[in-house]
């Protein structure tokens, strides 16, 4: 492990441990605001930007769940041009019921409706996902921004993963395959 990744480590058990003792978790936290929880809407409303980076996410569940383990996920994008610029989607970040870290994984373009970038142009832009601000949450933002340095190397692979599944889908036409409804999550790591 590199001294980012293990400083990255530290950093990820820092924010939970900060959180832990305040009687909060990464998914209690980013949903601290929301009145309620709906299925499919974007917690915190208007999704999180970050000015500086051009990191953005935001946090949603599923009804029903189709995993009774996982209870949402984080969509992590990046606009390297700024809020109006392309967005580009890195990876999904689940957490169980009491905020701990599940899986990383990619999806299909269909799913976000991204701007499309294949694999080897967007893995040097996982060094772009910085959103450590103060709000909505200092200590979730912080606690993604490690995510993605202490697991980059798999969330690069996981991408790379995604395109070859693409590929290797249905009809074996890439640009088609993007839009086959029946092809969801295309690459998964559970640390």
């Keep these: 492990m ?4 293990k400083r990255a480590d530290e950093e990820i058990r820092f924010c939970e441990a900060i959180m832990a003792k305040s009687g909060t978790n990464v998914l209690l936290e ?3 605001d929301a009145p309620d929880l709906t299925a499919w809407s974007h917690y915190p409303e208007g999704d999180v930007f970050d000015l500086v980076s051009g990191a953005q996410y935001y946090y949603h569940c599923h009804s029903p769940a189709g995993d009774a383990e996982e209870h949402g996920h984080f969509h992590c994008f ?5 809020r109006e610029g392309k967005v580009h989607h ?4 689940g957490v169980d019921p009491y905020g701990k870290l599940l899986r ?3 999806v299909n373009h269909w799913v976000v409706g991204d701007d499309w970038l294949e694999s080897e142009a967007t893995i040097p832009l ?3 996902f910085d959103i450590e601000m103060a709000r909505p949450s200092y200590l979730v933002n ?3 921004t490690a995510i993605f340095v202490r697991y980059e190397a798999e969330i690069a692979e996981l991408i790379r993963q995604r395109d070859l599944v693409i590929a290797a889908h249905a009809a074996g036409d890439p640009a088609a395959n993007r839009e086959d409804r029946t ?3 295309t690459s998964e790591f559970r640390p």
């Design 2 to 5: 590199s001294d980012a990744s």
């Design 30 to 32: 980013t949903l601290r």
């Design 78 to 82: 990046v606009r390297p041009e700024g």
């Design 90 to 93: 890195l990876a999904a970040i």
């Design 104 to 106: 990383i994984f990619t």
């Design 126 to 128: 996982l060094a772009r």
């Design 142 to 144: 912080r606690w993604l």
């Design 183 to 185: 092809l969801e999550v």
